[in-house]
């Protein structure tokens, strides 16, 4: 079964979470569908969904026999446990023959190519694929097919299209997160459950409500995004270049999805007949009916903003999680901790600091402290400004025996890669190295021969994937913050590269390209109330149990929710050095520049003699909502 229109092939992929809904949704008018194994998809949350071994063997021939594909999810992020297992998985995937594999996890490449398996590769939409550098950088490590980034709209992907073969793969419908792909994090460090390793507690669905400059108004479920709908959009996928329009719904019945598959496909097949004449909203209406959320097309025309929050049964829907604290530091959790840490024979060396701020006066302090290595961010949270030239020269010309690093954003689109290779192209700023984002962006940029750092952003969660990067060109790859202690540990002692780790500050849980600053200006506030922790200037989500998340802007208007409580892992410091950490990183850009001066003090104090590091624990200021271990309380 294949369609075409113009010559190009256009596909509907449908889901299926178990073989009963595969051998229904199979005789659609699906032209592909794809599902998950019993292990490391990103459906894991319930034992009755996917497929074993012999249902995957006995679904990809019923859809050979159909002349339909089937594509596997390999493509949640993998623990040390997970990579043994995928060894096995991945051979008999190579056996049975899927016609693709779907990824977000690097180390499936390692693990492919040292196997020497025969396997086509899509890579998932948590990978983040946003910008072309990064969709040449696949292509030549042998990506056959990308699955775009949510945030990307339509004439991003025609742009992209023309510049390359790779294929596109879009939702066409279906649910969708607020955060960019892969840079939700807060489910882990709150329950051990990682959004990217299929078992997301939804924190983002919780009923917050907001404050900001003393006031309080009234949002309850403002991270709540509509669901995707692209049925009345078809031509306009079609003429982007999108091959694959993808349904979401792996955990959604077998009647919903074969009536809404059969709906998709009936459009795309009116449209390849009579693309003159093609009714756009033939079936829209029974759709809409039955929807499980409000719609919408979300950033397929262009960032939607306030307009895409979801006010349709939100909170009477399914509840994945509930509002829970960020759990304080205990004793007995640290002396568990260094015991675990402490099994290993100690290879320590003198460990080095570095900090990410995001101001010039914050890197002037860490200069004065004397600091190792400063990483100017690529993001800098409002009101500050971006790092200007002139900034980092005289940051540069007096740096004394510290560091500098220029951090990237996140988020690197064209016009982003144009303004970095204006600046960086005399590579005369005195910079030591770049924070990488993105591949891309190390593609872009190892030929300048700066060091490069890769940042948490890249979600290094083993070390088979540390090796992926080191090929590529890192020189130290920072660990994922999600990352739980004991897979931290086998990370660390196996990684070919040096591991860096953040272990102190609030990295950003929540990367979202929406700005619920816009909340204040279209809601009356409810009452006068203060902020807890931080700044009146910065808005805060209160969750049920009063707990303030805080969301900073960015030079971009993006939004970083951060932890509420300061990650904070100085007690074992020194049991980290001893399995080989050497480089650790305050995550500072939210601090003034007087608690970061006393922070780095500590800090450095610290390193200096790692005997001292829980006497020095209880000298840092307690003014804040406290400090957690993040995913660290999890082993």
């Known amino acids: 079964m294949s369609r075409f229109f113009n010559n190009k092939e256009i596909e509907l992929l449908a889901p299926a979470g178990t073989f009963e809904i595969f051998e229904k949704v199979i005789h659609s008018g699906a032209n592909a569908v794809y599902l998950g194994g019993k292990k ?21 021939a019923i859809a050979h026999s159909l002349n339909k594909k089937v594509y596997i999810t390999v493509n949640n992020l993998l623990s040390q446990q997970d990579l043994k297992d995928a060894e096995e998985y991945l051979k008999f995937l190579d056996k049975v023959q899927p016609d693709a594999l779907i990824i977000q996890d690097l180390s499936i490449l390692e693990l492919i190519n040292s196997l020497n398996l025969n396997l086509t590769l899509h890579s998932s939409v948590m990978m983040n694929v946003h910008n072309l550098e990064t969709i040449v950088t696949l ?15 339509l004439q991003t992907i025609k742009n992209l299209h023309n510049q390359t073969d790779m294929e596109f793969e879009y939702f066409a419908h279906g649910d969708m997160c607020i955060a960019h792909g892969a840079q939700c994090l807060y489910s882990a460090m709150l329950f051990g459950q990682s959004s990217n390793r299929g078992l997301c507690m939804k924190p983002c669905r919780w009923n917050f409500t907001m404050k900001k400059d003393g006031l309080a108004y009234p949002t309850e479920y403002p991270m709540a995004v509509k669901d995707m709908y692209m049925y009345e959009h078809l031509p306009e996928m079609i003429e982007a270049g999108v091959l694959s329009f993808k349904i979401e719904g792996r955990m959604k019945d077998s009647d919903f999805l074969v009536t809404l598959i059969n709906y998709y496909s009936d459009a795309i097949d009116r449209y ?19 929807r499980k959320r ?45 015991k ?68 990237f954003p996140r988020m690197m689109f064209e016009e982003d890669f144009s303004k970095y290779n204006q600046l960086l192209k005399e590579n005369n700023l005195g910079l030591d190295g770049l924070i990488v984002t993105n591949l891309g962006a190390i593609h872009k940029y190892k030929s300048l021969g700066l060091e490069l750092i890769g940042d948490y952003s890249l979600n290094i969660y083993n070390h088979s994937a540390a090796r992926f990067y080191e090929k590529q060109g890192l020189s130290i790859a920072t660990l994922s913050v999600e990352t739980a202690l004991l897979d931290a540990k086998e990370t660390i002692t196996k990684s070919p590269i040096p591991i860096e780790m953040i272990v102190h500050g609030s990295p950003t849980v929540m990367y979202m390209g929406y700005n619920l600053y816009e909340n204040t200006k279209v809601l009356e506030p409810s ?11 910065v808005l805060v989500l209160v969750d049920e149990k009063a707990h303030e998340h805080p969301v900073y802007m960015d030079n971009y208007g993006r939004n970083h929710m951060t932890l509420y409580k300061n990650l904070c892992y100085l007690p074992f410091l020194k049991e980290l050095n001893d399995i080989g950490v050497n480089h650790f990183r305050v995550e500072a850009c939210h601090y003034d520049t007087n608690k970061l001066r006393k922070i780095l003090c500590i800090y450095k104090e610290a390193i200096n003699d790692l005997s001292k590091c829980e006497e020095l624990f209880h000298t840092l200021d307690t003014d804040d909502a406290g400090f957690t271990l993040g995913a660290f309380q999890f082993n």
Do not use: W
């Open 340 to 407: 675990l840490l402490n099994e290993e024979t100690p290879l320590s060396q003198k460990p080095k600091l570095s900090v990410k701020v995001a101001s010039f006066s914050q890197a002037k302090v860490a200069i004065e402290v004397g600091i190792d290595a400063i990483y100017l961010s690529g993001e800098v949270f409002a009101p500050n400004l971006p790092f200007s030239k002139s900034e980092i020269l005289e940051l540069t010309k007096n740096k004394q025996n510290t560091k500098i690093y220029l951090g």
């Open 294 to 338: 409000d719609l919408s097309t979300c950033s397929a025309f262009g960032k939607p903003g306030l307009s895409n929050i979801n006010r349709r049964s939100e909170g009477t829907g399914k509840i994945f999680s509930k509002p829970a604290e960020e759990i304080e530091i205990s004793k007995e959790k640290v002396a568990q901790i260094k």
């Open 527 to 537: 009452r006068r109330e203060d902020n807890s922790h931080v700044d009146n200037k």
């Open 40 to 60: 490391l998809n990103m459906r894991m949350l319930r034992s009755d969904y996917n497929l074993s071994n012999d249902e995957i063997e006995k679904a990809i």
């Open 139 to 153: 292509r030549e490590c042998g990506i056959t097919r990308i699955v775009a980034s949510r945030e990307m709209d």
């Open 272 to 290: 390849i007949e009579d693309p003159i004449c093609y009714d756009r909203t033939k079936d829209a209406q029974s759709i809409y009916e039955t």
